[in-house]
C-alpha cells in the first residue's frame, strides 16, 4: 500500500509561518511526506534546462525540517554542477552535498529526492488509490490550507500507519523482523533509513552498517532486546556501552546492535564505604568527574572517552593500576541480564562463579546494566608527558623496563612508538605519580629520563579527572571510525633483552604502525590469579602493536609472541578462532568453557573472544 | 567626531560548528528571547568541523521569532551570486524580513579551490564581489521589465528570470579591510561588517577606514549614512573590576560602545565567544544602557 503526502504549493505559501503550519499539519494528521517542489522556468530563456527558479527549495526544505520532527521532506534533487564554477546560477557540488549532510545532522537524515508521484490538485479517493494501485510508492497531493491537508490524510484509510516511511523501510537489510521489535524498544530503535542512523552505525575505531540499533533504557528493556535477538541467531549481534570496543565488535555489517550507551547514571551509593554505582554506558571521563568532588578517583584506562560497560568487564589497565589495582578489581557487584533474559545479581556471595566470570570475560556472559564499584580516595596527582629522540630503541626499551620494574607502585608509565624514520625512533612516556609531592614526583620520573633525549616534556599537578577530562566530547553525530582494527596484544613477564631486540626489530621492519608498552604489577599482582578471570597477574608489561593487516602484523608479531604469556583481549582483534587459547590460560578457559554452557549455551554473546568454538559471528 | 546616525543593533557571532549544533541553537533562542537584533554565522564552507552555514541559518530562523539572521560573512566564491539571491530572498520571505546579507569575497583560495571554487587574486576578487552584487540586487529587483542582465568579467547573467524579490529590502553588508574593498562597500553596500581584532590599531583604525567607505559613497554619489557600520568583537570579558575596552562591568561596556558609535559611527556591535551568559548580559545590561546613552548624546 502507498504512502500518502502533500506538496506545497510555494507561489502560494511565502510565509514561513504558514508554511511550518502545513508540514505541522501533515505531520500531526499521519502523513509521510511534504514535497517542496521549485517551480522550473517554463519561459525557456537561457536558464540551464534544469535550474530552478522562484523560491529556493533547499532553503524551504530546511525550514520544514526545522519545523517538524519525522515527516520526510522532498526536494528535486538539486542541478549537477555545471562545467563552468563562474556561472552564477549553478550551485557548487561539494557545498551541496555538505548542506545536505548539515541538515541530515541537525533534522536526521529525512530528505528525499524522488519517488513520488504528484496527483491533481483536489484528487479524490478513487484517483489517489488508482495511482498507488500503478505501482507507486507514494502519492502526494497539493495542497494550500490546513484543511486540505486533513483531507488528503484521509484519503487512504486503510493505509499501514506508524510503520517507517517506504523510503526507511528500503533500506532495511534482510533477516530482520522489523515489524516484530518489542514494543518497549520501537520508538527508540534505529535502522538504516531512520534519523540519527549516522549517528550510531560506527563506533569510535570501527566503521559499520548494522541492520538494527536497539536502544534499550532499563534491565528488562536489555531483556526485551535479548528475546529479539535470540530470534536472530542467525545474524551478528553487538553490544555496546560507548563505543571505544578493539576486540569487542560493538557494530557490525547487516547485523543488530543492543546499546546500552543510555544506561549512565553515576551515583553514590554509601559515602563512608566509597561505594558507586555506575552505568556501563558512562564514559570513564564522566565518572572522573562525578568521582572528583569526593576526593575519589577509579582507576579505568588511559582514554577518558571509553565506557564502563567495555572495559569493566574485561579488565581496566591504566594509570592508576600499580598503585590501586585494576578497575575490575574494584568491582563489588554488577547486575547482569544473560541470553535468556533473566536478570540477576552476581557479588563475591551472590552467583559468586559468575562474578568472577564477569571480571575478565564479561563480555560473554551478558549484558551489564550496574556495576558497583569501591573507589580509592586519589588526592592531586603527577601527571607526565614525555617525549624522547634516539636512534638506539633496543636499548630505550630496556632503559624502560628496568626505570619501570625499579619505580615505587605509586608510579605508573605507559611507553608508545611508531616505525623508526632514517634510523631515529620517536618515544613517548605518559604516566601518572599517584603522590601530591612535587619532589617525589620528579624522583619517580627521574630514572625514565635515561631513554634517550628528552625533546619535549611536560609534567603537572593535576587531578585524575583533569587528566581523563582531555577525552574529546563524543557530539549528537556520534563516532564515526571507519575499516576495522589490526590489533596485537601480549602480557611480558618481564622486558628482556631477547624481547627488546625483536620488538626493535619489529618496529625496524615497518610492519608495526604503532607499538605500546603498558606498566602492570604493583597492585594488580597482589590480587591472587585464581580471583578472577582476567588471571595473568604476574607480567611486568602488556604489549599493544596496531597494524595495517593481520597477515602483515603477525609475521611481525610471531617473534615477539615467543617471549609472552597470554594476551589482553582488549586490544586484540587477531580473526583466529583459536586466539581465545591465549587470552586466557587452560584452567581459566575450561572452567570459562563450562560457565559459558550453563549461562549462554547457545553462543548468543560473541562479539568479543567468544568462548564456545565456532560461534564468532 | 562621526555619527552616521542610525539605529544601534547588538548581536551575536555563534560559530556555526557541526559538534556543536545544539548549542548554537540555544545560543540563538537566548539571543531571540532576550532582545538581541542579531544572530550572525561566518561561513567556511571547506572547514569540516563546521554545518553548512546556510543550512543552520535557516534552521535557526525557523526556530526563532524575532531576531535577525546574518551571515558573517558568506563566502561569496563558493555561494554562486544568483543561487545566493534566490536562497537569501526565500529566507527572508520565510522568515518575515529578518534576513540580512553579510558578504565576503573570499579569503583561504586553497581551500576555496580544492571545493571547487575559482581561485582570484585579491584584485580580481575586488571586481568579482562588485559584479556578484549587481547579479544579486537585479535578481531581487522584480520591477524592471525583461530578464536580468549582468555582464561581468567574473559573473554574467544574460536574460536570467528575476525574483524572488525579499520580502524587506535586504542590507548587503560588506566584509571589507583593503583600500579597493572600502570604496566598494561605500559604492554598493549597505553596511560595513569588519572584525576588531583585524583592525591593526583597533579602534583607532576606524577612521581612516571610515573616511574610504565616504570617499568611495561620495564618488557614488551617495551619501556617506547609506553605509551602516557595524563591528565583531571577538575578545571581550566582563568583569568587577576591570578597566581596558571591554574588559569592566557592563556600564562601563555601555560607555565605551557607545563612545565608538558616537566617535566613529558604529551602530552594530556583534559579539563573539559563544558564551551564553555572556550573551545574556550583553543583551540585558549594555545593549539598553548604551542605547541610553547615545540617545541621549544624539538628543
Ligand atoms: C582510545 C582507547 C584507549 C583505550 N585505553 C585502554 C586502557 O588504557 N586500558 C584498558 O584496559 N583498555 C583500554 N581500551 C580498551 C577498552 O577498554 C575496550 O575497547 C572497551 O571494550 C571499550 O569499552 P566501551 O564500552 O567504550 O566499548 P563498546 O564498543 O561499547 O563495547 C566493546 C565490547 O565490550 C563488551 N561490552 C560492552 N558493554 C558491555 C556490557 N554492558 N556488558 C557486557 N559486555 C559489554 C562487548 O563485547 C562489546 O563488543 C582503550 C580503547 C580505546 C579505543
Do not use: C
Not at chain 1, 507561489?11 to 521549485?38: N, P
Not at chain 1, 520544514?64 to 563552468?84: E, F, M
Amino acid at each position: 500500500m502507498a504512502e500518502l503526502g502533500i506538496v506545497v504549493d510555494l507561489a502560494a505559501t511565502s510565509s514561513g509561518a504558514e508554511l511550518s503550519e502545513l508540514a505541522q499539519a501533515a505531520e500531526r494528521a499521519g502523513l509521510d511526506l511534504v514535497v517542496v517542489a521549485g517551480a522550473r522556468d517554463e519561459a525557456g530563456g537561457d536558464e540551464p534546462a534544469d535550474e530552478l527558479v522562484g523560491v529556493d527549495p533547499w532553503t524551504v526544505a530546511t525550514w520544514v525540517a526545522a519545523a517538524t520532527t519525522r515527516i520526510a521532506i522532498g526536494v528535486p534533487s538539486s542541478t549537477v554542477q555545471g562545467p563552468d564554477p563562474s556561472d552564477p546560477r549553478i550551485p557548487i557540488a561539494a557545498v551541496v552535498d555538505k548542506a545536505r549532510e548539515s541538515l541530515a545532522l541537525l533534522a536526521g537524515d529525512r530528505l528525499v529526492h524522488d519517488g513520488w508521484v504528484v496527483a491533481p490538485a483536489g484528487a479524490d479517493a478513487d484517483q489517489v488509490r488508482s495511482l498507488a494501485e500503478r505501482g507507486s510508492l507514494v502519492v502526494v497531493v497539493p495542497v494550500g490550507s490546513a484543511a486540505e491537508v486533513e483531507r488528503v490524510a484521509a484519503l487512504l484509510p486503510e493505509r499501514p500507519r506508524s510503520t517507517r516511511r517506504a523510503a526507511v523501510r528500503a533500506r532495511r537489510r534482510p533477516g530482520i523482523a522489523y515489524e516484530e521489535i518489542p514494543p518497549s524498544l520501537v520508538e527508540s530503535a534505529i535502522e538504516p533509513g531512520d534519523p540519527g542512523y549516522r549517528a550510531v552505525r560506527s563506533t569510535y575505531i570501527r566503521g559499520g552498517s548494522p541492520g538494527l540499533v536497539l536502544r534499550p533504557r532499563s534491565a528488562a528493556e536489555v531483556a526485551d532486546a535479548l528475546a529479539f535477538a535470540r530470534r536472530h541467531r542467525h545474524l551478528p549481534l553487538g553490544i555496546r556501552s560507548a563505543g571505544h570496543g578493539f576486540s569487542g565488535r560493538s557494530t557490525n555489517d547487516g547485523g543488530l546492535v543492543i546499546d546500552v550507551g543510555a544506561l549512565s547514571t553515576i551515583e553514590v551509593l554509601d559515602e563512608d564505604a566509597r561505594l558507586v554505582r555506575v552505568g556501563p554506558g558512562a564514559t570513564w571521563k564522566q565518572v572522573a568527574a562525578a568521582l572528583e568532588p569526593h576526593g575519589w578517583a577509579l582507576g579505568s584506562g588511559d582514554y577518558g572517552g571509553v565506557g564502563v560497560g567495555g572495559l569493566a568487564t574485561a579488565g581496566g589497565i591504566g594509570l592508576l593500576g600499580r598503585a590501586h589495582g585494576l578497575t575490575i578489581d574494584h568491582l563489588r557487584a554488577v547486575s547482569i541480564v544473560l541470553a535468556d533474559g533473566t536478570q540477576i545479581r552476581a557479588s563475591s556471595h551472590e552467583h559468586p562463579d559468575l562474578f568472577w566470570a564477569v571480571r575478565g570475560a564479561g563480555a560473554n556472559f551478558g549484558v551489564v546494566t550496574e556495576f558497583e564499584f569501591e573507589v580509592d580516595e586519589v588526592a592531586e596527582v603527577g601527571w607526565a608527558q614525555l617525549t624522547f629522540v634516539t636512534t638506539d630503541l633496543e636499548a630505550a626499551l630496556l632503559t624502560y623496563g628496568e626505570a619501570q620494574r625499579q619505580a615505587p607502585r605509586d608510579t605508573t608509565v605507559f611507553l608508545v612508538t611508531g616505525a623508526p624514520q632514517q634510523g631515529q625512533s620517536v618515544i613517548q612516556l605518559y604516566g601518572m605519580v599517584d603522590s601530591s609531592d612535587p619532589d617525589t614526583i620528579i624522583a619517580r620520573l627521574n630514572p625514565f629520563v635515561a631513554i634517550g633525549q628528552l625533546a619535549q616534556q611536560q609534567v603537572v599537578l593535576t587531578s585524575y579527572r583533569a587528566v581523563m577530562g582531555t577525552a574529546a566530547d563524543v557530539g549528537l553525530d556520534g563516532h564515526h571510525g571507519s575499516g576495522e582494527p589490526v590489533g596485537r596484544s601480549g602480557f611480558l613477564p618481564a622486558m628482556t633483552p631477547a624481547f627488546a631486540r625483536e620488538a626493535a626489530a619489529a618496529l625496524r621492519g615497518g610492519r608495526l604502525r604503532w607499538f605500546q608498552l603498558r606498566a602492570m604489577g604493583g597492585a594488580i599482582a597482589d590480587v591472587p590469579p585464581e580471583e578472577t578471570a582476567f588471571s595473568y597477574r604476574s607480567p611486568e608489561l602488556q604489549v599493544t602493536a596496531l597494524g595495517a593487516f593481520h597477515a602483515e602484523i603477525d609475521e611481525a608479531w610471531e617473534p615477539m609472541e615467543a617471549h609472552m604469556d597470554g594476551l589482553y583481549l582488549s586490544f586484540d582483534t587477531s580473526p583466529d578462532p583459536d586466539r581465545v587459547e591465549r587470552a586466557f590460560p587452560p584452567a581459566v578457559l575450561t572452567r570459562l568453557r563450562e560457565l559459558k554452557r550453563r549461562y549462554d549455551p547457545d553462543g548468543l554473546f560473541r562479539d568479543n573472544f567468544p568462548l564456545l568454538e565456532g560461534a564468532r559471528a | 567626531m562621526t555619527d552616521y546616525g542610525h539605529d544601534l543593533l547588538f548581536g551575536s557571532f555563534i560559530t556555526p560548528s557541526a559538534a556543536g549544533a545544539q548549542q548554537a541553537l540555544r545560543l540563538s533562542e537566548l539571543a531571540d528571547a532576550e532582545g538581541l537584533d542579531l544572530v550572525t554565522f561566518q561561513d567556511h564552507p571547506y572547514q569540516p568541523s563546521f554545518l553548512d552555514t546556510w543550512t543552520l541559518m535557516t534552521w535557526i530562523a525557523a526556530r526563532t521569532s524575532r531576531v535577525r539572521i546574518v551571515p558573517n560573512v558568506i563566502n561569496l566564491p563558493l555561494r554562486p551570486p544568483a543561487v545566493l539571491a534566490r536562497a537569501a530572498a526565500s529566507l527572508d520571505q520565510l522568515s518575515g524580513g529578518r534576513f540580512e546579507l553579510g558578504l565576503g569575497s573570499g579569503a583561504f583560495w586553497d581551500a576555496i579551490e580544492s571545493m571547487g571554487g575559482r581561485r582570484l587574486t585579491a584584485g580580481q576578487a575586488v571586481t568579482a564581489l562588485s559584479e556578484g552584487i549587481d547579479v544579486i540586487r537585479a535578481l531581487w529587483d522584480t520591477e524592471t521589465r525583461g530578464g536580468a542582465r549582468v555582464r561581468g568579467d567574473y559573473y554574467s547573467v544574460e536574460g536570467a528570470k528575476r525574483g524572488p524579490a525579499p520580502a524587506h529590502p535586504v542590507g548587503i553588508w560588506i566584509g571589507a579591510y583593503k583600500p579597493k574593498m572600502l570604496a566598494l562597500t561605500g559604492a554598493k553596500g549597505d553596511g560595513w561588517l569588519p572584525s576588531l581584532d583585524y583592525l591593526p590599531e583597533g579602534v583607532d583604525t576606524l577612521p581612516a577606514l571610515n573616511a574610504r567607505i565616504d570617499a568611495g559613497a561620495q564618488e557614488a554619489g551617495r551619501p556617506a549614512s547609506a553605509v551602516r557600520r557595524l563591528l565583531n568583537i571577538m575578545r571581550a570579558e566582563f568583569s568587577a573590576t576591570g578597566t581596558g575596552f571591554l574588559a569592566g562591568p557592563p556600564s562601563m561596556w555601555a560607555e565605551q560602545l557607545a563612545e565608538v558609535t558616537l566617535n566613529h559611527g558604529i551602530s552594530g556591535f556583534i559579539l563573539g565567544g559563544d558564551d551564553a551568559t555572556k550573551t545574556q548580559r550583553f543583551a540585558a545590561e549594555v545593549a539598553p544602557a548604551a542605547r541610553e546613552i547615545v540617545a541621549a548624546a544624539r538628543a
